[in-house]
């Protein structure tokens, strides 16, 4: 299957000397494209470390990561705002809108940004998909914290990018809403064809994925497609993560 995103012998170090950590070792992994990847792991086994060099936000020690046919350690920092800008979306765990745009205005902030132009149709598809068509005016303040998040979703979609990442995306939210966020990935995925790789704690958020990989001590430690909730806590269980 093509791949929309490779890491190959990904490392990161933090810090020097007798100080340092080693938060991802030779990490090497590729992210199918049109498919919803899941990566879990213990706490501190390099989990944000991994999204953050997968999508330009961090520059790995040593090895390369590449975004379709781009080598992201070739780019210097213009180059790397204008991919994060155009070619990657993001959802973070704190919703991250902007309290003084509209709803529509923070969806196509990622657009001016870009200094591209909203394609109307893809616009309207999108807030209709996040279910928001009758919100587009409001602002942040006047929404639940799971229509925040469908904000935040919209707003990583459309730019059209090759991968989007969610860092904890439902993080936040409660049990219900977070299903709704994650059924809405989960559709991005299977009616849009997008790319969305995701970090959570949550092995019944991981199980909306088609593929999960577990990170141990800056390691892929296994690898799970068609994952359960119960099969996704039983691998973690294993990885010592909930002794
Ligand atoms: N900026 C930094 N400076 C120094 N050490 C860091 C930094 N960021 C992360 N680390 C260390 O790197 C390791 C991996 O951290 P990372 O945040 O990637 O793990 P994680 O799996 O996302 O953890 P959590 O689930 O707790 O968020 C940890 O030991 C962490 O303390």
Known sequence: MEEALRLDTVSKVYGRGGGAVAALRE??????????????GPSGSGKSTFLHCAAGLDIPTSGTVRLGGTELSGLNETELTELRRRRVGFVFQAFNLVPSLTVEQNITLPLRLARTRADRAWLDEVVARVGL???AGHRPAQLSGGQQQRVAIARALVTRPEVVFGDEPTGALDTMTAREVLALLREAVDAMGQTVVMVTHDPLAAAYADTVLFLADGRIADAMDAPTGDGVAARMTRLGAWK
Do not use: E, K, L, S
Not at 27 to 40: D, H, L, Q
């Open 133 to 135: 068509a009758d919100r």
């Open 27 to 40: 990490v090497t992994a590729g992210i199918p494209r049109g498919c919803f990847t899941a990566v879990m």
